[in-house]
C-alpha cells in the first residue's frame, strides 16, 4: 500500500529537521542561514524551500520535532525508582548523559530560548517546548515527593527554574571543561533535591498530599 502524499510530505519535513539540527546545534541559530543548513545537508536549497518557507519555520519545526523526543526522557526514572536515592542517583545520571551525548543540540535550546525574547516568530512555540520541558521535570519531582512520602515544597515552575538553572551552568562548563564538571551536577542535584521537597502534612491520611 503506497504512502500518502501527506505522509510522504511529512516524513521529508522530518529528515529536514534531523538534518537542519546538526548544522543548527553547531553554528546556532543567528549564524545558521537556510542555504548555509541546506548546503551542509543532502538537500538542495530549493528543497529545504520547498518544504519550508523560511528559516524560522524550518528551526521551529525541527526543535519540536526534537523536543518530542525529549519529553520522554526521565520516564523511565520515574516508572522504575522505588526508592528516593534510587531516583536521584538515576536523575542526576541521566541528566549527566544527555549533556555528554547531546550538548549542541541543548545549546541550541538556550540560544533559541534567548532569542525569542527578541523574535515574537520564535516565542510561541519556545514557551509551548517549555511548558512541556517543565512537566517533564514536575513528574520526576513529584514521584520523588511520593517516594518520600512527602510533598513537593514548591510549585512546578520553581521547581523547573531551579534544575534548569544547574542544566545550563553545567552545560556552560562542559563546553571548555568536559567530564569532569558532570560529576559536580550530579553533587548539585542530590543536594537540591531534598530541598524541593517538604514533610507530608500529618492531618492528612491514605498517603494524600
Not at 527578541?118 to 511548558?131: H, P
Request: net charge negative; charged share 25%.
Amino acid at each position: 500500500m503506497k504512502d500518502r502524499p501527506a505522509g510522504k510530505f511529512d516524513r521529508r519535513r522530518d529528515e529536514l529537521a534531523e538534518s537542519a539540527l546538526l548544522t543548527l546545534g553547531e553554528l546556532g541559530y543567528a549564524r545558521a542561514s537556510l542555504r548555509e543548513i541546506a548546503g551542509n545537508s543532502p538537500f538542495s536549497h530549493g528543497v529545504v524551500h520547498y518544504y519550508f518557507s523560511d528559516k524560522t519555520e524550518l528551526v521551529i519545526y525541527s526543535v519540536r520535532h526534537y523536543k518530542a523526543r525529549c519529553v520522554t526522557r526521565y520516564d523511565a526514572v520515574v516508572s522504575d525508582s522505588t526508592t528516593p536515592g534510587e531516583l536521584v542517583d538515576a536523575f542526576a545520571a541521566k541528566l549527566a548523559q544527555t549533556i555528554r551525548d547531546e550538548a549542541p543540540m541543548h545549546r541550541l535550546w538556550y540560544d533559541l530560548r534567548t532569542q525569542s525574547m527578541f523574535e515574537e516568530s520564535l516565542r510561541e512555540a519556545i514557551t509551548e517546548i517549555d511548558g512541556t520541558l517543565e512537566a517533564m521535570i514536575w513528574r520526576v519531582i513529584d514521584r520523588y515527593a511520593t517516594l518520600c512520602d512527602a510533598r513537593p515544597s514548591v510549585p512546578a515552575p520553581t521547581a523547573y527554574a531551579m534544575l534548569d538553572g544547574l542544566f545550563q551552568g553545567a552545560l556552560l562548563a562542559y563546553t571548555t571543561s568536559g567530564e569532569p564538571v558532570l560529576d559536580g551536577l550530579a553533587a548539585q542535584v542530590r543536594t537540591v533535591m531534598p530541598l524541593l521537597v517538604s514533610a507530608a502534612d500529618p492531618t492528612r491520611t491514605g498517603g494524600q498530599r
